[in-house]
């Protein structure tokens, strides 16, 4: 969808993804989504929003994803 969100789980990254990481990917995926590279004023609080659900989405999807032969990111981190 847009060329410019990277993988971010095992192995395409050696380490766990960043928080500043995952937020510019859910920063990249609103932008192609709502198609405002910078939102209007009027908008910037759902903007905003959507970004940050979109990057808690994402930290729980990487959290609970099962690598084979590594288990989740979760069960490594405890």
Not at 18 to 45: C, M, W, Y
Not at 67 to 75: F, L, M, P, S
Request: aromatic share 4%; proline share 5%; net charge negative.
């Amino acid at each position: 969808m847009c060329r410019s969100i990277r993988t971010l789980r095992p192995p395409a990254l050696p380490e766990e993804a960043t928080e500043d990481e995952i937020r510019a990917a859910a920063l990249q995926f609103v932008r192609k989504v709502s198609g405002f590279r910078a939102p209007a004023a009027h908008n910037r609080e759902v903007f905003d929003h959507a970004v940050e659900a979109i990057a808690a989405a994402t930290e729980e999807l990487l959290a609970g994803l099962e690598v084979r032969g590594g288990g989740t990111r979760r069960e490594a981190a405890g």
